[in-house]
């Protein structure tokens, strides 16, 4: 038996060295490319198409009967190759030829008539929006589907009303786009949500106002193949960014700022979408960096520097007893500075369903409050939660390279429910150091824990069984 698995493993590494060595090779041919030229796309997806690291560190780090479903599913890791694959040429759609001012007043109608006009066209359409302009604009619907391929060019800066009495049809968007396939956004501009009004009038900040959603910046809403790059997005009124219902999504190069103390404010939000890609992006915001939630499958971040704000989440969920499914996350090189939480996964008393198959590894930490953190207790209201027995159910987690300071004690917090513990959680090559107290972990409800190669702060070996 020990031989055999050992074996296996031996066959796993060898593949592991040759994609390694197969990706760097193919990074070197690519060095010398533009990095915004006509295949960037395709050079983008071949370079990142397979996380070859995933499959090694699966199986080296659990081993164990319970596991064996995690390393099946773990074989249809999904691949992108095609999205983005389309031609970026086309008849060109400049909102100023639709009457867009950029004077400061609104400028929706004339955004609304160029989509329509670019929606309608049989050959593939760039819609322009011009470069070093405002445009000012209400809550606004880009609506497939669409006849041709688009690709949106956003050289200039889109900015929201910030009158709330526009917002009086659909409190909950600003800018989306339903609906449309195959479909490029990119510019290098910016996307303004000009949240301040919002902000003061969240029930976070002012505890006499009643508690209501603010609109997203930007959505995507049933999407497949999407492209989403070069953007800036800052300010939003509630989240920045939110894929829903998406399929075979490509977004990178994005900078999404906003003040740490906004509320609500997460930077990227995946819910209900399978198959995404989010890579070198830079988030700091005051709520999560990415939160992942419901319904979401094979989503993967890479190279992703985050803080302020809440670190990388998946949930919460399950809350109001509510299902919830989220399997296939990776999330291999991150950068988490002075955030409150650095990856976590967060669900709700009451709740049913799963959280599956996660990586999180090569993780840098810079001062963060709860630098590992599963919270099977989340409570994120007033009225304090009550205990209840069922729970979304947390298993194969793998937390791996993942170093630096700690900005509390509790370096490693793993606080499962106790009629549900967490199953299959590695900890590999750990090390936190806390600044002022010795950190600590503390480790609640763990079924099947395996502390891997150097484990600092370790968990105490009293209520789980080693390898
Ligand atoms: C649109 O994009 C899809 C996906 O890349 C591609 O298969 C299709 O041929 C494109 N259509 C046109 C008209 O370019
Ligand atoms: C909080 O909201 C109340 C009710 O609208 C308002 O009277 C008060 O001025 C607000 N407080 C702050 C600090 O904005």
Not at 61 to 70: A, H, M, P, W
Not at 337 to 343: H, I, K, P, R
Not at 426 to 440: A, C, F, G, R
Request: hydrophobic share 35%.
């Amino acid at each position: 038996m020990a031989l055999e698995r050992h074996s296996v493993q031996l066959l796993f590494f060898t593949i592991f060295i040759i994609s390694y060595i197969s990706r760097y090779a193919l990074c070197l041919a690519n060095y010398h490319e533009p990095p915004y030229g006509s295949n960037y796309y395709l050079d983008e997806i071949y370079e990142y198409g397979y996380d070859s690291q995933a499959y090694p560190s699966y199986l080296s780090s659990i081993e164990d009967g319970k596991s064996k479903d995690l390393i099946k599913q773990r074989t249809q890791i999904f691949n992108l190759k095609n999205v983005g694959g389309f031609s970026k040429r086309g008849k060109t759609v400049n909102v100023d030829d639709f009457g867009a001012k950029a004077d400061g007043t609104d400028d929706s109608k004339a955004f609304m008539q160029a989509w329509k006009e670019a929606c309608s066209n049989t050959g593939a359409v760039i819609v322009v929006v011009p470069v070093d302009k405002t445009y000012r604009l209400k809550p606004i619907r880009f609506s497939g589907p669409c006849k041709a391929n688009l690709t949106v060019q956003i050289y200039g800066t889109l900015e929201a009303s910030d009158d709330p009495s526009d917002y009086k049809k659909d409190g909950r968007h600003w800018i989306v786009f339903d609906n449309v396939q195959n479909l490029v956004v990119e510019g290098g501009g910016t996307v303004n949500g000009n949240g301040k009004i919002w902000w003061e009038n969240s029930c976070k900040i002012n505890k006499s106002l009643p508690c209501k959603d603010a609109p997203t910046a930007l959505t995507f809403y049933k999407g497949n193949n999407l492209v989403v790059s070069n953007l800036k997005i800052q300010d939003a009124q509630q989240i920045h960014v939110s894929f829903q219902k998406c399929k075979n999504v490509l977004a990178f190069n994005l900078m999404v700022t906003a003040p740490g103390d906004s509320p609500n404010t997460d930077g990227i939000h995946v819910t209900n979408t399978q198959n995404i890609r989010i890579t070198s992006s830079t988030i700091g915001t005051g709520d999560d960096c990415i939160s992942i939630v419901s319904g979401s499958q094979n989503v993967q971040a890479q190279d992703i520097t985050c803080g302020p704000g809440h670190g990388i989440s998946i949930g919460s969920l399950g809350k109001g007893n509510s299902n919830a499914y989220v399997s296939e996350v990776t999330v291999d090189g991150a950068k988490l500075s002075e955030t409150a939480n650095g990856v976590r996964i967060k669900t709700w008393q009451g709740g049913s369903g799963y959280v599956s198959n996660i990586i999180f590894q090569n993780i840098d930490m810079v001062n963060v409050k709860n630098p590992i953190i599963i919270d099977q207790n989340y409570c994120d209201q007033d009225d304090p939660c009550k205990e209840q027995s069922s729970a979304v159910h947390i298993k194969n987690v793998v937390f791996k390279n993942i170093r630096g300071t700690s900005a509390s004690d509790e370096a490693v917090k793993l606080d499962c429910s106790k009629s549900y513990p967490c199953e299959a959680i590695v900890l590999e090559n750990i090390n936190l150091q806390s600044e002022e107290d010795e950190p600590k972990a503390l480790c609640n409800n763990v079924d099947d824990l395996a502390q891997r190669g150097s484990v600092f702060p370790r968990c105490p070996e009293l209520n789980f069984n080693l390898l």
